[in-house]
């Protein structure tokens, strides 16, 4: 299994990006799916992250009301809205999944997460 992240790019502050997660190598599903993102000089850190058969969407409270995330299981794909981007939302976003549904306590874990991509960049500046 691969996941393909893409998306990010360079935008202002108050501004606006999709992330988008493809997943490729076989018919494995995004149903559980998470973002995580690392700045410079820091741990990774979790975003946001979504579970098969729940409408419950977890965030990071550093994004809460700004970022959301969804997934198109036509296209198999996981995305990222992100709103009203800061400076200190500068990272490299990575997306990542498993096949069973992780605990809900283990959700925010990186070690949870069986499969990542290789990450997009994303920076906010003026």
């Known amino acids: 299994v691969q996941l393909q992240a893409s998306g990010g790019g360079l935008v202002q502050p108050g501004g606006s990006l999709r992330l988008s997660c493809a997943a490729s190598g076989g018919t494995f599903s995004l149903a559980n799916v998470a973002w995580f993102r690392q700045a410079p000089g820091k741990e990774r850190e979790f975003v946001s992250a979504?579970?098969?058969?729940?409408?419950?969407?977890y965030y990071a409270d550093s994004v809460k009301g700004r970022f959301t995330i969804s997934r198109d299981t036509v296209k198999n794909t996981a995305l990222l809205q992100m709103s009203s981007l800061k400076p200190e939302d500068t990272a490299v976003y990575y997306c990542?999944?498993?096949?069973?549904?992780?605990?809900?306590?283990?959700?925010?874990?990186?070690?949870?997460?069986?499969?990542w991509g290789q990450g997009t960049q994303v920076t906010v500046s003026s």
């Open positions: 990542a999944a498993k096949e069973y549904r992780p605990i809900s306590s283990a959700l925010r874990l990186a070690d949870t997460w069986a499969y």
């Open positions: 979504m579970r098969r058969g729940d409408t419950y969407k």
